[in-house]
């Protein structure tokens, strides 16, 4: 199931979410325009790459063009492909408009980047000798949903429901549509530690446990960045 758009009204218009989505796009719009060699370059700079991270905690000075806790930041708005970059921006395009408006614009974005940066510590933290990089919104999105969970426990969404070959539309709870999500989430990196444990030759992957911990940080954080907040426009 995908989601196709909140039903519930807002107070404002969402300039904020519409402007990450579009930083987000310009970024990866520029990603594709460079050749292997330069995109791989591209990561290395602004993606979080656990070994490097784990070496400047410990005082080494790397050669990097910003400083390796940036990246926490700077990793938000690098993707992996296009459908890494659609189904993110599709759950901030639906989850995201609401939390802004009830936040307001300053609290929320604050919140956006904090959630992401703490997220890819919990990626890093699964595994601080990595050298394999972790990149996306998915962190920072993931605090989102956390923050529409406890904003909006009723609330339905309109989703894109495949059954078999038919395509059809429901109203689903929002909180079934990322329940799902988070208990695929918590599975999957289960999993992924049991690999880690077994010493496993790193692969590319899902960060699932950045997914979990922005979720989580979501949950905790959203009180206190406002989300119910009564103030008026």
């Known amino acids: ?47 979080v790459i656990p070994q490097q991270l784990t070496a400047s905690f410990q005082g ?18 690098l993707h992996g492909g296009w459908w890494h970059l659609i189904s993110n921006m599709l759950f901030l395009w639906v989850f995201g408009n609401n939390i802004e408006d009830r936040m307001g614009r300053i609290r929320y974005i604050i919140f956006y980047l904090i959630c992401g940066a703490l997220a890819a510590l919990c990626q890093w933290a699964i595994n601080p000798s990595s050298a394999i990089p972790s990149l996306g919104a998915s962190g920072a999105i993931s605090g989102i949903l956390g923050a529409y969970v406890i904003r909006f426990p009723q609330a339905k969404i309109m989703t894109l429901a495949f059954l078999g070959f038919f395509v059809t ?13 988070v208990v695929q989430n918590v599975i999957a990196g289960l999993a992924n530690l049991q690999e880690i444990a077994r010493m496993s030759v790193e692969t590319g992957g899902v960060a699932y446990w950045a997914h979990i911990g922005g979720f989580v940080f979501g949950l905790i954080l959203a009180p206190v960045f406002g989300i119910f907040r009564q103030d008026d426009y």
């Open 169 to 181: 539309t429901l109203r689903v709870p929002a909180i079934l549509l990322i329940g799902i999500f």
């Open 1 to 47: 199931m995908f989601p196709l758009y909140d039903e519930n009204p807002t107070r404002i218009t969402p300039y904020l979410t519409y402007l990450i989505i579009g930083a987000n796009v310009f970024v990866f719009l520029h990603q594709i325009s460079l050749s292997r060699q330069e995109l791989d370059l591209f990561f290395q700079t602004y993606a």
């Open 60 to 77: 080494e000075i790397g050669r990097q063009e910003i400083p390796e806790w940036a990246t926490l930041f700077t990793s938000q708005f």
